[in-house]
């Protein structure tokens, strides 16, 4: 995630996913920490359709990439690449 607007997009795609509770978008390091009862491949799902790669890193945190350059992982973590 390079800027803002990404947060919100990438915030806003997967605060929809059910069972997610809370979402909070790290735009320097890439990563979205989630809090919730929700099932990951549907948040990935969700970031892919709002054209985000992600990978997972560690249960609850999912990262975007919305265009930033990779960052190494921190564990506990997702972290997206670039397309």
Do not use: I, K
């Not at 997610?20 to 989630?34: H, I, K, P």
């Amino acid at each position: 995630m390079s800027c803002r607007h990404c947060v919100r997009q990438v915030t806003a795609c997967v605060r929809d996913v059910p069972g997610v509770e809370t979402v909070e978008a790290d735009r320097v390091t890439g990563q979205v920490r989630l809090r919730g009862r929700f099932a990951l491949p549907d948040v990935l799902s969700a970031l892919a359709r709002a054209g985000n790669e992600a990978r997972v890193v560690d249960s609850g945190v999912v990262a975007t990439s919305g265009g930033a350059a990779p960052t190494p992982p921190t564990p506990p973590s997702l972290e997206e690449d670039e397309r």
